[in-house]
């Protein structure tokens, strides 16, 4: 238990205890000077306003002493009140000791519950002065004045109310500092939900463009077909006057040619619904994108002090990410529009080649 000098009083828990010691006389009694310092032999058992032992006081802490003199010996307790728990309650402790006066000198030993065992002091006028020991292991002097147990109760209530004090301020702080907390995380989510908004409108930019590439595939692969069934065509054309037995075979590879265009179309139609997916996530991401950079703007009005580890994103990153993906949707409904056209030429002219080719088996039988 550590003791320290000062008038100062911080927090505590109430305690009241009358410990009442035996014999005659009064504390108040003893010598004003200190050549004639005594220390009364006996005293008795006093109500609660009456002197009947010594009590000090310093920053957090108080004590009260009580003892009867027998000779040179003394026997008696000692009442301990200290701030604890960062000043937000009070320990008490009453320990016994043994004691022996000789001259002013006083010596107390017992099994304190603070350190050391033995306390050392001096008489001085009506008072005691006992060297206590402090938290750098160096001792201060206390000095004991005459007092009354409601006397050293008053102690110990001022340190409860300090305690009691110190607990709102704490509990204060703690509030505070989870309001602070609340608004800093409520900027952290706003900031990772624009970041979110932001990459998914880049990786929907990033997939309509594969999208149109996909379908650009399938509209060459068409292209591929048609021109593979105009060159059967010409080879129905040619057996049709060389070789008649093999026009309607000829015919029949311009019609399969025709049959691997339509697949491809499958295909086309296929791969522009998985992209029309894409647009609508897409989308989806710019319209995120416009409530979440609101909710960052009014997040960081609430919490102007607070910036997060990876800084709060620029307006300019904001628009400019937002005017790319908006570009895209109508860039590549104006792709799948021109592809959709090609695509039906195509088809067209692959519906003509199988009309031809059918006409000249017709006309080889």
């Known amino acids: 238990m550590a003791w320290q000098r000062g008038n100062r009083l911080v927090l505590g828990l109430s ?19 200190k050549s004639s310092a005594t220390i009364p032999t006996t005293t008795t058992l006093q109500v609660e306003n009456q002197v009947t032992g010594y009590a000090a006081t310093g920053n ?16 008696g307790t000692i009442q301990s009140a200290q701030l604890t728990s960062g000043g937000t309650s009070v320990s008490s402790n009453t320990d016994s000791f043994t004691g022996t006066v000789a001259g002013q000198n006083v010596t107390l030993s017992g099994g304190f519950s603070f350190d050391p065992n033995s306390i050392s002091g001096t008489i001085v006028g009506s008072s005691i002065d006992l060297d206590l020991p402090g938290q750098n292991g160096q ?36 509030a505070a500092a989870a309001a602070q907390q609340q608004l800093n995380n409520q900027v952290d989510a706003a900031v990772q939900a624009v970041n979110n908004d932001e990459s998914n409108i880049s990786s ?3 997939s309509l463009q594969g999208d149109a590439s996909y ?9 591929s077909d048609l021109n593979t069934a105009n060159q059967d065509l010409q080879q129905t054309r040619g057996d049709a006057t060389a070789n008649p037995s093999n026009t309607c075979l000829d015919a029949g590879n311009v019609q399969n040619d025709f049959r691997n265009e339509q697949n491809d179309q499958n295909n086309f139609n296929s791969d522009l619904s998985n992209a029309q997916n894409d647009v609508g996530n897409l989308q989806t991401a710019l319209s995120a994108l416009t409530n979440d950079w609101s ?20 307006q300019s990153d904001e ?20 592809d959709q056209q090609t695509i039906s030429n195509l088809l067209s002219q692959g519906q003509s080649d199988v009309s031809q080719a059918n006409q000249l088996c017709t006309q080889s039988g």
């Open 15 to 33: 305690i009241s205890v009358v410990l009442a010691a035996c014999g005659g006389g009064s504390a108040s009694t003893a010598g004003s000077s």
């Open 60 to 75: 957090g802490w108080a004590m009260f002493l009580q003892f009867t003199k027998v000779g040179h010996q003394l026997d």
């Open 139 to 174: 001792l201060y002097p206390a000095q004991f004045q005459p007092s009354t147990v409601a006397k050293y109760d008053a102690y110990v209530a001022t340190l409860q109310e300090d305690a009691a004090t110190q607990t709102q301020i704490n509990n204060a702080q703690a």
């Open 204 to 206: 929907g930019v990033s």
């Open 215 to 223: 379908l650009a595939e399938d509209v060459s692969a068409i292209q």
């Open 295 to 314: 909710g960052v703007v009014s997040a960081e009005r609430a919490d102007p002090s607070y910036m997060p580890v990876n800084g709060l994103p620029g």
């Open 319 to 338: 628009v400019s990410i937002s005017q790319a993906g908006a570009a895209a949707i109508p860039q590549f409904k104006s792709s799948v529009s021109s």
